[in-house]
């Protein structure tokens, strides 16, 4: 039997045919060759939906809220597709991170070193002294309340925490042989090491999965899943984390 896919912004994807009618709930937004795809389904079955716009640089989502990087802006949509905030930005990616409840969120922009925080209603600039020999690597927001960052130099990689004002409030130093791929809500953080994805809190490694590719970047891509980017692959894979368990699937490369 053939069937048809409708979707619609950030909504729920219907699959139809002459005798049945299925709804897929939606598990989140992801960037695919610079574009914005949203993908429905659950775990092991998952559907890449038709693109919602083009040229898109960087994308994560919450469940509330779907943050977007574009060339020279960087903006929130809400729950029904509609634009929420927009902060004039340089050029390039970012990197974003959510708070635990997936109101508040943080992107930090590489090229142009800048740092911003989401209230769910205006972007606001928060300061940031770094050095330029200094990489930042992962944004995210504490438990707290509080912007953390995870910054490199070299082979060593740390994360700080910083108040509005953009004081540090605390650091803490990762082990030499891993990669940090993200900071998730509350400070947990996902790093690789040795072929694995590491789930890793203040209490020390929780879980371990191995990875089936190499992984070059990780983003939230919708509530308690995120999005990996791997190498020679424009789909990835998605990750499903819920408490410790973790479950890595392949994401469908959406169409033209």
Known sequence: ??????????????????????????AGMVRQADRLIPVYGVRGNLIAGQALREGVLAVAASGRWTLVKTENAVSAWDDRGLLAGEHEAGPGPALFGFAQDGATAVAHLPESRETLRWDGTVWTEVPWTG???????????????????????????????????????????????????????????????????????????????????????LSPMGEGWFHLVTAGSNAGLALHLEGKVMGIYYLPEAGP
């Open 131 to 217: 050095t330029p020999d200094v990489r930042v690597v992962a944004a995210g927001v504490g438990a707290s309340g509080e912007t953390l960052l995870g910054l490199q130099r070299d082979e060593r990689t740390w994360v700080v925490g910083m108040a509005a004002s953009g004081a540090r409030l605390s650091e803490d130093l990762l082990p030499g042989n891993s990669k940090l791929l993200s900071i998730l809500p509350g400070g947990a953080r996902l790093r690789t090491a040795d072929r694995q994805l590491v789930l890793e809190t203040s209490r020390g490694v929780e879980a371990a999965i191995d990875l089936p590719a190499d992984v070059e970047s």
């Open 1 to 26: 039997m053939k069937k048809a896919l409708t979707c619609t912004l950030l909504s729920t994807c219907v699959l139809f045919g002459a005798d049945a009618l299925v709804t897929a709930p939606q």
